[in-house]
């Protein structure tokens, strides 16, 4: 499975920038989805999650300023971020949790795409 973020960029405070992830492959499906993201240090902290039946769930820092969503039958999702702060400066990652349809891959795997870089600014 490979995931793939775009989106991300360099933007002023109060303002808004969407990023998506599309995941890519054959022979599975995905349960939830996740945005992490990664300021300083190798500590990278959940932002939002979404579930294969659309339930969702977000960090208290991003409660009200950001949305996420996603396209089950595209293997994407995104993440609607507004009134951005200079503390939402990070690296975001998306996320994916995997169930093979081969029954020799058993459980959950989770993949992580490269991530992509967003700048705010005071």
């Known amino acids: 499975v490979q995931l793939v973020e775009s989106g991300g960029g360099s933007v002023q405070a109060g303002e808004s920038l969407t990023l998506s992830c599309v995941a890519s492959?054959?022979?599975?499906?995905?349960?939830?989805m996740h945005w992490y993201r990664q300021s300083r240090g190798p500590q990278r902290g959940l932002v939002a999650s979404?579930?294969?039946?659309?339930?969702?769930n977000y960090a208290d820092s991003v409660k009200g300023r950001f949305a996420i969503s996603r396209v089950n039958a595209d293997n994407s999702v995104s993440l609607q971020m507004n009134d951005l702060k200079p503390e939402d400066t990070a690296v975001y990652f998306c996320?994916?949790?995997?169930?093979?349809?081969?029954?020799?891959?058993?459980?959950?795997?989770?993949?992580w795409g490269q991530g992509t870089q967003v700048t705010v600014s005071s």
């Open positions: 996320t994916a949790d995997v169930i093979w349809y081969s029954s020799y891959y058993e459980g959950i795997y989770n993949y």
């Open positions: 492959g054959r022979d599975f499906s995905i349960r939830a």
């Open positions: 979404i579930s294969v039946d659309g339930s969702t």
